[in-house]
């Protein structure tokens, strides 16, 4: 009897690796068929005394994003705005550092941004910009229309889902502030490097102006000898 139960539990073994590989397949497959909304995502340099634009087709009542930082330049802030088709201005911030703006499309057609420097004369901007279109498509068929709770494997694809769109917009956050940093930390650099080389000249003009002065003091002044006349 003891022989004839391990086939069993060899077999009931077997059994759970296929279930626990398929599984894994299927959290998988849930994981990269979600997908993020349409639109761009981008860092560009806007020169000083310019305006630079954007456009995107947006249809009727989809919704809209737009997430924006200055990265380096001047003061860190930038004037933006955003138009609809019509040409009406339906959000505008004049020197920003960073700002976030939703809106839902109430006119179909395109809609254009502008990040503008023209307040500046010398200052060089780096703007970064997030501009997402509609809503973002669910993880799993039918979510939103369910009856049903989840499962347990639909509950984990959900949970790892969220946790990593927070680890992508942590590591956003983290890269632009680590490129902003960077950008600090090299101005600051530079400033130091031309304030050193500043103080050793003065130094070195001081220095030898105190040695002529001293040699000065020390020098003796012969008189010119007198002619004598008869």
């Not at 560009?44 to 456009?55: G, K, N, T």
């Not at 020197?95 to 500046?120: L, M, P």
């Amino acid at each position: 009897m003891g022989r004839g139960a391990a086939p069993s539990a060899s077999a009931s073994a077997s059994a759970s690796a296929p279930t626990s590989a398929s599984a894994a397949l299927l959290l998988l497959l849930l994981l990269l068929r979600a997908g993020r909304p349409r639109g761009a995502e981008l860092t560009f340099e806007l020169p000083d005394s310019a305006r630079q634009c954007f456009h995107e087709d947006v249809d009727r009542g989809v919704r809209f994003s737009l997430d924006y930082q200055v990265i380096t330049g001047g003061h860190y802030d930038v004037d933006c705005y955003v138009e609809d088709p019509l040409g009406n201005t339906i959000y505008r911030e004049t020197k920003k550092q960073y700002d976030s703006f939703t809106h839902r499309a109430e006119v179909k057609g395109v809609y254009q941004f502008c990040f503008s420097n023209e307040f500046s004369t010398f200052s060089h901007k780096t703007v970064y910009f997030d501009f997402q279109v509609g809503d973002e498509p669910p993880i799993l068929p039918d979510m939103g229309n369910r009856v049903t709770a989840l499962t347990q494997m639909e509950s984990a694809c959900v949970t790892i889902h969220e946790a990593l769109k927070t680890v992508i917009d942590s590591q956003t956050h983290y890269r632009l502030r680590e490129a902003q940093d960077r950008a600090r930390a090299e101005d600051l650099n530079s400033r130091v490097s031309y304030w050193s080389v500043g103080e050793t000249v003065a130094l070195f003009v001081v220095s030898f102006s105190q040695v002529l002065l001293l040699k000065s003091f020390f020098t003796e002044k012969r008189a010119s000898p007198r002619a004598v006349h008869s």
